[in-house]
């Protein structure tokens, strides 16, 4: 990889908002990854028999129990241009940028182990030894 997430200008600059959207690219492609789990719930061969030939899922309980299971956003708005617009929600980018400020300012990372710190020094004098002239 070259360059990555949250990065623009072909890599000479890092976008904190940018970063965001793109873990949730991340995330969601890493869910259709897995692949579609296939049993008796996830057919719901019940509800297409409850609802036949012309009916439709979408008001179906079940549908809307686990719409969210496939791409379970906080960023992507779903619904049309339209109602969006006249709802006067946020972009995006708008979205993603306060997120990121959000977890600047809030995000507590844990702490890391005493076997972690000791590795990532084990590297560093490794790198300094062979680099440093």
Do not use: C
């Amino acid at each position: 990889m070259i360059y990555g997430p949250g990065m623009l200008d072909a890599g000479m600059t890092l976008n904190y908002g940018q970063l965001v959207v793109d873990n949730e690219m991340i995330k969601m492609i890493k869910h259709a990854a897995q692949g579609v789990p296939v049993n008796d719930y996830t057919i719901a061969a019940d509800v297409i028999k409850a609802v036949g030939p012309r009916g439709h899922y979408l008001m179906e309980s079940h549908t809307m129990e686990n719409l969210h299971i496939q791409s379970d956003t906080t960023l992507f708005d779903r619904q049309t241009r339209e109602d969006w617009t006249a709802q006067g929600k946020k972009t995006v980018n708008e979205k993603a940028l306060d997120k990121a400020k959000d977890i600047l300012e809030n995000y507590t990372p844990a702490p890391v182990s005493d076997k972690a710190r000791e590795r990532m020094t084990e590297i560093i004098d490794e790198a300094t030894k062979r680099y440093a002239k």
